[in-house]
Each structure stands twice: as structure tokens, then as C-alpha cells.
């Protein structure tokens, strides 16, 4: 008869001890004990550990059951889907990732704390591993590239790795330069709590002083935190999957990026994606004014208030390059 195996002693501290790293990296994402280097060079794998936070906001949705709907709980949700979607592509991956344009400090700051607040990891992760997609687009090393580790993967199985875990400081030196950028990149959970907290305050307020709207706290938490961080990981994480997949081709690359007109609009813009791997510098990524990029526009909008500037252009090289293709 088989007897039920206990832990050895040393198996129990070495969990004990990994429970204690996770738990540190919860409120320090930089503390690595086996230093950085060696976390980088592992083998790419899902960790358990790392898809807790996935799993619990995916549950959280269904919480739906329990604290019902009201119009202006589902308006926050999209609003803040909308607002958060901009920060995303307009900051961090536009200005942060691209540097195609330039901003004060100030606002630089405002709007990492706002992409943070997508639960999509710090400023300078997101940057550092956007930067590291562009120079190996679709090449073994890519971390998300769906021609070479399929759609889940690239889709969301890549987030989960302990290797893509770290930021690679090296990548990011021009974004190290400012330590309120570093502090949220360490302290990464910090600004998706407070937004948490944020909604359910305000949703008890508006219990007590506007009864009549139908929300609580408990109802504006799961849908704007829940819902509507959910459904734009996964629009964001459908620009690394489905973007290299479906859609056309207009420049010849060497990756297998493509533009596809739904993911556009989803996404305010990032559809354009195989416009963008031609020509990442530029603030826009539709090239054409019939390709709709709702972020270029809010950001030339913001240029005329002075808050951002020096948009950068498409060349007209790449201009003159789409028109001869289009005529071959
Ligand atoms: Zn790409
Ligand atoms: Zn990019």
C-alpha cells in the first residue's frame, strides 16, 4: 500500500523560502535574489505563481452575479477602459516604448501612473519588453510572437513566465534617468490598488448621495476594476497575438505584423500594426486618414494645448515606399 508522501524538511523550507520571494516581489518587483541575470537566462515556462493575479481578476468578473448592473456603473467601466486604453497606447507604448514625442515631467508622470493603472505591470517593464519585441519581432527570442509559441502563448502564457518577470534595466537606461518612473516600476501594485480603493469610494459615495443611481461600492469595484481591466488586458494583449496574425500587410517586414481595422478601433489605434513595425518612431500608427487612430488624435489634440509635443511624422520615404507596393 502506498503511504502518503510528507515533504522532506529541506523540500519544506525551499517552498517556504519561494512563498517568501513571491510574496516580496508582490511589493518590490525588483528584488530578485538569484540576481537578474540568471532570471533572464531561464527557460521560458508558466509559473503558477505568477498566473494568481490573472485568475483572480478573471473570477472577480463573475462577482457580476452578486452586485447586479446600473448605467452608471457599465458608463465608468468604458470610460475608464477608454482613458486607460490611451494611456497604454499613447504613453506607455507611443511615448514610453517609442519616445515619438516629447512631454513635460509632469505629465510624463500623470500618465504612467494612469497606464498603471491597467494592471499591465510598471513603465519601464512595459517599455523594456516592447523594445525587445521590435528588435526580434517574430524571431525565437521574441516573448510573444504567435508564429514561433502559437496564440496563447504570445497571447497571454508569455506574462506568466518567471523570465519575462524582471525588467531589463538595460533596455530602459533613457526612462531610469527619472526615479518617480522606477518608483512605480518597483512598487508596481501599488497604483492598481489605490484605483481599486479609488472605485469603491466612489461608489459609496454615490450610494449615499445620489441613491437613486443604484450603484455601491461593491458594483463600481467589479466593473470598473474587473470588467473593464480585463477586457482591455486582453485587447492589449490581442495586438501581440492576433496583430501578428490576421489582418494585411502593406510593408514588406521581417516580421509578420499586419494591419487589421477591428483591432484598430478596440484598441484606439494599435491596429496598425504593420505600419507601426515599419515605422515605430512615429507618434501615429494609421498612416492614412481612412486608418482610424482615435490616440494620434486625442495626442495632436494635446499638442495644440501645449501638454505634449514635437509629434513625430511618418517620412515621406515610407509614404513613397506604401505607394509604390500598392501599385506593384
Ligand atoms: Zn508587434
Ligand atoms: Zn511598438
Given at each position: 500500500?502506498n503511504t502518503?508522501?510528507t515533504p522532506?524538511?529541506?523540500q519544506?523550507?525551499?517552498?517556504?523560502?519561494?512563498?517568501?520571494?513571491f510574496?516580496?516581489?508582490?511589493?518590490?518587483?525588483?528584488?530578485h535574489?538569484?540576481?537578474?541575470?540568471?532570471?533572464l537566462?531561464q527557460e521560458?515556462?508558466?509559473?503558477?505563481k505568477?498566473?494568481?493575479?490573472?485568475?483572480?481578476?478573471?473570477?472577480g468578473?463573475?462577482a457580476?452575479?452578486?452586485?447586479?448592473?446600473?448605467?452608471?456603473?457599465v458608463?465608468?467601466a468604458?470610460?475608464?477602459?477608454?482613458?486607460?486604453?490611451?494611456?497604454?497606447?499613447?504613453?506607455?507604448?507611443?511615448?514610453?516604448?517609442?519616445r515619438?514625442?516629447?512631454?513635460?515631467r509632469?505629465?510624463?508622470?500623470?500618465?504612467?501612473?494612469?497606464?498603471?493603472?491597467?494592471?499591465?505591470r510598471g513603465?519601464?517593464?512595459w517599455?523594456?519588453?516592447?523594445?525587445?519585441h521590435?528588435?526580434?519581432?517574430?524571431e525565437?527570442?521574441?516573448?510573444h510572437?504567435?508564429?514561433?509559441?502559437?496564440?496563447?502563448?504570445?497571447?497571454?502564457?508569455?506574462?506568466?513566465?518567471?523570465?519575462?518577470?524582471?525588467?531589463?534595466y538595460?533596455?530602459?537606461?533613457?526612462?531610469?534617468?527619472?526615479?518617480?518612473?522606477?518608483?512605480?516600476?518597483r512598487?508596481?501594485?501599488?497604483?492598481?490598488?489605490?484605483?481599486?480603493?479609488?472605485?469603491w469610494?466612489?461608489?459609496?459615495?454615490?450610494?449615499?448621495?445620489?441613491?437613486g443611481?443604484?450603484t455601491n461600492?461593491?458594483?463600481?469595484?467589479?466593473?470598473?476594476?474587473?470588467?473593464?481591466t480585463?477586457?482591455?488586458?486582453?485587447?492589449?494583449?490581442?495586438?501581440n497575438?492576433?496583430?501578428?496574425?490576421f489582418?494585411?500587410?502593406?510593408?514588406?517586414t521581417?516580421?509578420?505584423?499586419?494591419?487589421?481595422?477591428?483591432?484598430?478601433l478596440?484598441?484606439?489605434?494599435e491596429?496598425?500594426?504593420?505600419?507601426h513595425?515599419?515605422?515605430a518612431?512615429?507618434?501615429?500608427?494609421?498612416?492614412?486618414?481612412?486608418?482610424?487612430?482615435?490616440?494620434?488624435?486625442?495626442?495632436?489634440?494635446?499638442s495644440?494645448t501645449?501638454?505634449?509635443?514635437?509629434?513625430?511624422?511618418?517620412?515621406?520615404?515610407?509614404?513613397?515606399?506604401?505607394?509604390?507596393?500598392?501599385?506593384?
Open positions: 500500500m502518503p508522501k522532506s524538511p529541506s519544506s523550507s525551499s517552498l517556504l523560502r519561494q512563498v517568501k520571494v510574496l516580496q516581489q508582490w511589493v518590490d518587483s525588483d528584488f535574489p538569484e540576481g537578474v541575470e540568471a532570471v537566462a521560458d515556462k508558466v509559473d503558477w505568477r498566473c494568481v493575479p490573472f485568475i483572480v481578476l478573471h473570477l468578473c463573475f457580476v452575479l452578486w452586485v447586479g448592473v446600473s448605467w452608471v456603473a458608463v465608468a468604458v470610460l475608464l477602459y477608454a482613458v486607460r486604453m490611451f494611456a497604454i497606447t499613447a504613453f506607455y507604448h507611443r511615448y514610453l516604448s517609442h515619438s514625442y516629447r512631454t513635460s509632469v505629465v510624463q508622470f500623470l500618465f504612467a501612473v494612469l497606464g498603471n493603472s491597467s494592471c499591465q513603465p519601464l517593464w517599455a523594456s519588453v516592447h523594445r525587445h521590435h528588435q526580434h519581432s517574430d525565437e527570442v521574441d516573448a510572437s504567435p508564429v514561433v509559441h502559437g496564440f496563447w502563448w504570445s497571447h497571454i502564457g508569455w506574462i506568466t513566465s518567471t523570465k519575462n518577470f524582471p525588467t531589463d538595460s533596455r530602459v537606461r533613457d526612462l531610469q534617468k527619472f526615479p518617480e518612473l522606477v518608483f512605480l516600476n512598487h508596481d501594485q501599488l497604483v492598481p490598488v489605490v484605483y481599486g480603493a479609488l472605485l469610494l466612489t461608489g459609496w459615495l454615490l450610494e449615499r448621495s445620489a441613491p443611481l443604484g461600492g461593491a458594483q463600481m469595484f467589479v466593473w470598473g476594476f474587473f470588467i473593464s480585463v477586457v482591455l488586458l486582453h485587447a492589449t494583449f490581442c495586438i497575438s492576433l496583430a501578428h496574425v489582418g494585411s500587410k502593406r510593408f514588406k521581417s516580421d509578420d505584423s499586419r494591419n487589421n481595422f477591428l483591432l484598430a478596440l484598441t484606439l489605434g491596429g496598425w500594426h504593420n505600419n513595425h515599419r515605422y518612431p512615429a507618434a501615429r500608427q494609421g498612416f492614412f486618414w481612412w486608418e482610424i487612430d482615435v490616440s494620434y488624435y486625442l495626442l495632436k489634440v494635446l495644440w501645449g501638454l505634449v509635443w514635437d509629434l513625430r511624422k511618418v517620412p515621406q520615404s515610407v509614404y513613397d515606399e506604401a505607394h509604390a507596393l500598392n501599385q506593384s
